[in-house]
């Protein structure tokens, strides 16, 4: 009785960890790759646990980013540079399987890992609720100074209503991925000083620079375009913290 016991714990526990590899793969099967552009920018960012970092002044605060679900961190490479060579620090933070879900208390191992003070947080989509729901976890800390959304809004578990620090919503015209309904009704939860601005003619994936995205419509500019205007509101956005 004992080894047939034995025999189908070890037989169920290979079917497990089966399906676990084969769960494994198929999420890096479709997971968005960045272009060619934006691997080459993120070598010149320096590798630290994963995260990607791009050096600023150390005077002025520091950036830390959520991906969008299913997109590796390094396909945001392309604005990071802009925004880090006009003076701010930017980590891309690298999340479990590549969603930001499996890691939302990822920018606490940032913070304590580069001694980082002042701060604002902020994600693409998926990355952007989670990155919400550390700032409202944390938003009575002095040192969180902002907030940003790049085609994301909060959920309840994220709300920044009560939020005294400032806070970005950054849209694309042309966003065919993001929940627009979802997206006004999450408007109760930010805080009167929220800053909503539209890319004309971005869409949802050219928040990064990874392709096509599954659902998304067609943008009417380029993404190098899309990149710069999506850095320039950033550190627009940034200029008015300090």
Do not use: C
Not at 82 to 88: L, P
């Amino acid at each position: 009785m004992q080894k047939k016991r034995t025999r189908f714990l070890v037989i169920a526990l290979g079917i497990i960890i089966s399906l676990l590899i084969v769960g494994f793969i198929y999420v890096k099967t479709i997971t968005y790759q960045p272009t060619t552009q934006a691997l080459d920018i993120s070598k010149n960012a320096e590798l630290k646990n994963d995260t990607l970092v791009f050096e600023g002044d150390k005077d002025h605060p520091s950036l830390i980013f959520y991906q969008g679900a299913l997109v590796e961190n390094s396909s945001y490479s392309i604005w990071a540079q802009k925004v880090a060579d006009a003076g701010y620090t930017v980590y891309l933070a690298k999340e479990p399987l590549n969603l930001a879900v499996l890691g939302q208390n990822k920018a606490e191992k940032i913070i304590e890992a580069n001694q980082v003070t002042d701060y604002v947080i902020g994600g693409h989509s998926l990355g952007g609720v989670m990155a919400s729901r550390f700032a409202a976890a944390h938003e009575d800390q002095d040192n969180l100074k902002g907030v940003f959304f790049l085609a994301s809004y909060p959920d309840e578990k994220g709300s920044l209503a009560n939020f005294n620090g400032q806070v970005l919503s950054l849209t694309g015209s042309n966003d065919g991925v993001l929940n627009w309904d979802a997206y006004e009704q999450a408007k109760e939860y930010l805080p009167k000083q929220t800053v909503f601005e539209e890319i004309k003619g971005g869409n949802h994936a050219g928040f990064g620079s990874y392709g096509e995205q599954k659902g998304d419509d067609s943008a009417a500019i380029n993404n190098d375009e899309q990149q710069s205007e999506v850095a320039e509101k950033l550190i627009q956005w940034l200029n008015t913290i300090e």
